[in-house]
């Protein structure tokens, strides 16, 4: 473990809890892509199918618990919640999960360091949450108007990634043979997916105005 | 083996 992999874990922690707590506290996800939230269900758990079966650390344990009991409960919020559920854009939440569930379902068949389920399943679980993103980005330029709950939290999602980039070049530096290109891969198309929505977030913050993504 | 270098992450 380096600083730079615990600062994304908590930065990643905290941009879930962020969004828990808009979602709670002012019981309303508006701005929120359910699709999004839907497709890191799906990335937590193809990417912890070992959660049971191999013992890493405390720390490990816990913390994909609460990825995975955050990533259900938000969608549980948006999708029955009576009052959460109201405020959800379904009209403008459009973009289709199977156009970016079948590209990295097939790509993870066809590219991946062993051809097994378990490997497989985590090769998809890293190309699904490197596009995850998509319907959320999509749905903050439909709507416009981006709250700063939201824009906090997408702005932590990107930050996260880039800080495991740092790490990945820290532990190609201090570990033999560390070299996995394709999660090197698929965490910089992630972070370069952010990369204008973090341009307009440093320009609405240094002129300290409102958040606004060109339609 | 190879899958193990990620495996301790998240």
Request: some cysteine.
């Amino acid at each position: 473990m380096n600083i730079f992999r615990l600062a994304g874990d908590m930065t990643h922690l905290f941009s879930v809890l962020v969004l828990l707590l808009k979602i709670h506290t002012i019981k309303s996800c508006a701005g929120i892509s359910l699709k999004t939230q839907e497709l890191y269900a799906l990335v937590f758990t193809t990417r912890y199918l070992d959660i049971f079966t191999d013992f890493i650390s405390l720390y490990n344990t816990v913390m994909k618990l609460i990825f995975l009991g955050s990533s259900f409960s938000i969608v549980w919020y948006i999708r029955r919640h009576k009052i959460v559920r109201r405020s959800y854009d379904k009209d403008q939440d459009t973009f289709r999960h199977y156009f970016l569930v079948i590209p990295c379902l097939v790509l993870a068949v066809f590219i991946n360091h062993k051809f097994t389920f378990k490997e497989v399943m985590w090769t998809f679980s890293l190309y699904l949450e490197a596009v995850a993103i998509l319907p959320q980005l999509v749905l903050l330029q439909r709507t416009r108007n981006i709250d700063n709950l939201t824009g906090q939290y997408v702005f932590l999602l990107g930050a996260y990634r880039a800080l495991y980039i740092l790490n990945w070049i820290y532990r190609h530096f201090t570990e033999p043979h560390y070299v996995h290109w394709i999660t090197w891969i698929a965490g910089v198309v992630q972070t370069l997916l952010y990369a204008d929505f973090f341009y307009y977030y440093f320009q609405s913050w240094k002129n300290n105005e409102k958040l606004q993504l060109p339609a | 083996s190879q899958g193990q270098g990620h495996k301790d992450e998240l």
